[in-house]
Nanobody, 119 residues
Framework: VQLVESGGGLVQAGGSLRLSCAAS???????????KAWYAQAPGKPREFIAH???????DYVDSVKGRFTIARDNARKRVYLQMNSLKPEDTAVYYC???????????WGQGTQVTVSS
């Protein structure tokens, strides 16, 4: 199984980016039953939770991104998305996709994609 993130880049403050995470080699039942999440790690800081979406479609966000970021998933395509609007310089970080399944005892991370927001 491999998670591949894309969509990062350099954007001005106030701009938007859409991150995508593709799960290759993962069978559909595992993907569909899993919790999908995005984490971010800024330079010199620990990796922190940003958002997740459960198999039932319930979502949760860290307070700092509520109202600006939206997590979504496409089970048929085995993809997870993070729509990032109204970006701020403090959102600058490497963003990681994580897919976990308690039912199947699995926990996968992507390699990360860099998001840089200039002021």
């Amino acid at each position: 199984v491999q998670l591949v993130e894309s969509g990062g880049g350099l954007v001005q403050a106030g701009g938007s980016l859409r991150l995508s995470c593709a799960a290759s080699g993962m069978i559909l039942s595992v993907f569909s039953s899993s919790t999908k999440a995005w984490y971010a790690q800024a330079p010199g800081k620990p990796r922190e939770f940003i958002a997740h979406i459960t198999s039932d479609g319930n979502t949760d966000y860290v307070d700092s991104v509520k109202g600006r970021f939206t997590i979504a998933r496409d089970n048929a395509r085995k993809r997870v998305y993070l729509q990032m609007n109204s970006l701020k310089p403090e959102d600058t970080a490497v963003y990681y996709c994580r897919i976990t399944s308690e039912s199947y005892g699995s926990d996968y991370w992507g390699q990360g994609t860099q998001v840089t927001v200039s002021s």
